[in-house]
């Protein structure tokens, strides 16, 4: 069974040099990969992999003022060793005023 379609991402500048990514739950997730790009179409990189369920939010810091990020969410299943990803989230972008 693959993961649900991560929905309702937001990010915000939440403190200095700082972006606070948020998304609603995931059916069947076992946790979710945070990708962030300094462009809308492409350079995705994974930042986080949150390890937990529950976990519906990841700081990122360190990020450089000025500067526009983009971020995607998806969730993953894990099947004893295995890891089963479902769709990536719409893209999200957040510009770093603090």
């Known amino acids: 069974v693959k993961p649900a379609k991560v929905t309702g991402v937001k990010a915000k500048n939440s403190s200095r040099k700082a972006a606070t990514v ?21 350079g995705f990189k994974a930042v986080k992999t949150v390890k937990s369920a529950k976990t519906l939010s990841y700081k990122n810091t360190k990020l450089t003022k000025k500067k526009t990020y983009y971020y995607k969410v998806r969730a993953y299943k894990t099947y004893g060793k295995s890891k089963t990803y479902g769709s990536y989230s719409s893209v999200v972008s957040v510009k770093i005023k603090k």
Do not use: L, M
């Open 22 to 42: 948020s998304w609603k739950k995931a059916k069947n997730a076992s946790g979710y990969v945070v990708y962030r790009s300094t462009s809308k179409k492409s």
